[in-house]
């Protein structure tokens, strides 16, 4: 038996209305389109326009193969709209059975308001250094009641691109028209019911269509264009549906990592490591795995090395040979070992464990990976003296355990690296959310979600064992992408007694039995780092989670 729906707070009547009309390819021009009526005015529709032209962190999530744009040039001018109206005037004379119609237009001319223009130049930055420079000119015109933006592309040298090119198209425009019912439609709140909804204008998306080179047919581009479009429209229905409704908070990324640095060495080494993707032995996805592992390299080193850096002057070359010395990290939950095995093959000395091996294990070993099948007692669980940093990458079941796990350490306390992904609370059972006040990052303060309140658990179980919390949204390819990076509060250093722990675990907790603790021991030494005599576990109700960590494909 599946899950059941937990029910969402949201609106979802507002999306539901969403049903574009295709139209169809025009031989004469070479133009198709979707047209869809919408519930939200002009003004709406403008703001979120402007954000598409002005953001650059938008660009990728609208054009994914560019990370961003550089502007080149921009121009304002407004002239006065004339709204002209032609009125028809008819009259009738004659007598008995002949008659004569005769007609007039009144012609009416009056002053409605300015039309705004705005022309943007600005050159796409790819996100692979073979793809080619693109310089894209957005056309931005807005008045009282029609608004419409005309984006076409061209090479850097002004000659036009050959195709194919992303969209395969040369040119492509949003069109927002206000429709006549505009007029007598009620104020859209949050609370508005379906049957209320009024459209009081329509979109369109229209795109002139290159024709498809040979390559581009082989590589099976022309069935996902139509979804480019689709997906194109359905965004800036969304994003103006939200503002609509309150607002978009954007996601605070980049917090810890800069941006730029983090493309940078995330393109460095997805090129590195692509051979991965053919050689995968798992029968998980490799396209998902790999390069989201590949992605938390890049941020994690990134992260150490700002960490370790001496200055913010400090070159790279120097920033990485400190970080290189000071990180010896343990994968809790290691999973498929993947992310071990890349931080090993980065310079950096740690160790993954996990209650089963993987098949592909054997792969990262031979190339020196050191990953341990354990079984852990996590409440008296103690780190091997040296380990400066706890990851918990989609631990599972561990990830509520890592906070107090890190005060257990013969040396100073480690540095943390949470990544939430199953809502799992201290006794291995699936979550049931409390009411919690702890702070979560400001996208997510008005949200009800389960999510929410998993991330403000495992939060205040960091903050109760004294560590500081910070969080950063991590450009993975996951939509559980908010992280914990955790550092140990001042004066907190002295680890917390086993039976503090088991309290706070509380009377139901139960433990995993101590099972192969030597092999950790041995790994430590086997990365300079003394081992720790595991604490003593006292007497505890039958082991769990051991069943549940079966079913952890990672």
């Not at 954000?51 to 938008?58: E, G, Q, S, V, Y």
């Not at 984006?151 to 992303?166: C, E, I, K, M, S």
Request: with cysteine; aromatic share 10%.
């Amino acid at each position: 038996m599946g899950k059941r729906k937990q029910p969402k707070d949201r609106v979802d009547h507002f999306f539901t209305l969403y049903n574009p009309t295709e139209i169809a390819l025009d031989p004469a021009t070479g133009i198709e389109a979707l047209e869809q009526d919408v519930v939200f005015p002009m003004a709406t529709f403008a703001r979120n326009i402007e954000r598409w032209i002005t953001d650059p962190a938008l660009t990728p999530i609208v054009y994914p193969p560019f990370r961003g744009f550089e502007p080149l040039s921009k121009t304002t001018t407004t002239a006065t709209t004339m709204d002209v109206t032609m009125t028809d005037t008819s009259s009738t004379t004659g007598t008995g059975k002949s008659t004569t119609t005769s007609r007039a237009a009144a012609t009416t001319t009056s002053t409605t308001g300015q039309s705004t223009t705005t022309v943007v130049e600005r050159r796409l930055l790819p996100k692979g250094e073979w793809q080619p420079a693109v310089v894209e000119r957005i056309t931005w015109t807005l008045d009282p009641t029609l608004g419409t933006a005309q984006f076409t592309f061209h090479a850097v040298d002004r000659t036009p691109l050959p195709a194919p090119t992303y969209f395969q198209v040369s040119e492509f425009s949003l069109t927002y028209t206000t429709l006549p019912s505009a007029a007598a439609a009620p104020e859209i709140t949050p609370t508005t019911r379906a049957e209320d909804l009024v459209p009081v204008g329509r979109t369109r998306l229209s795109w002139c269509t290159l024709p498809i080179s040979p390559e581009a047919a082989k590589l099976g581009h022309e069935p996902t264009r139509a979804k480019v479009w689709h997906t194109m429209l359905q965004r800036a229905y969304k994003w103006s549906v939200h503002d609509l409704l309150g607002g978009y908070t954007p996601v605070n990324k980049d917090v810890l990592v800069a941006k730029p640095a983090y493309s940078a060495r995330y393109a460095q080494l997805k090129k590195k490591y692509a051979y991965l993707l053919t050689t995968w032995t798992e029968k998980t996805d490799p396209q998902k795995y790999v390069y989201e592992d590949v992605a938390l390299a890049s941020y994690l080193t990134l992260l150490w090395e700002r960490h370790y850096s001496p200055s913010e002057k400090t070159d790279e070359d120097t920033a990485r040979a400190s970080a290189r010395a000071n990180v010896h990290f343990a994968d809790l939950g290691a999973g498929n070992g993947l992310l071990t095995y890349l931080l090993h093959k980065e310079g950096y000395r740690g160790f993954g464990v996990d209650i089963r091996a993987r098949k592909i294990w054997p792969r990262w070993q031979e190339e020196g990976a050191s990953l341990i099948e354990s079984t852990l007692d996590l409440p008296t669980y103690t780190l091997p003296p040296g380990v400066t940093w706890v990851l918990g990458n989609h631990a599972d079941e561990l990830c509520p355990w890592i906070a107090s796990i890190g005060t257990r350490s013969a040396g100073p306390r480690p540095n943390l690296f949470i990544l939430p992904c199953c809502f799992y609370n201290q006794d291995g059972n699936l979550f049931a959310a409390p009411a919690s006040t702890f702070p979560v990052p400001p996208h997510l303060e008005k949200a009800g979600s389960r999510y929410k309140r998993y991330l403000q658990y495992i939060g205040e179980l960091c903050d109760r064992n004294g560590f500081e919390v910070t969080y950063d949204a991590l450009r993975i390819p996951s939509t559980k992408n908010l992280a914990l990076i955790c550092t140990p509060r001042a004066g907190a250093e002295a680890a917390i007694p086993t039976s503090t722990v088991v309290a706070q675990a509380g009377p139901a907790a139960t433990t995993r039995p101590v099972e192969k603790q030597q092999q950790l021991v041995g790994a430590a030494k086997a990365d300079g780092l003394e081992a720790a005599a595991p604490a003593e576990a006292p007497a505890r109700p039958a082991p769990v989670h051991a069943a549940a960590a079966e079913r952890t494909s990672r």
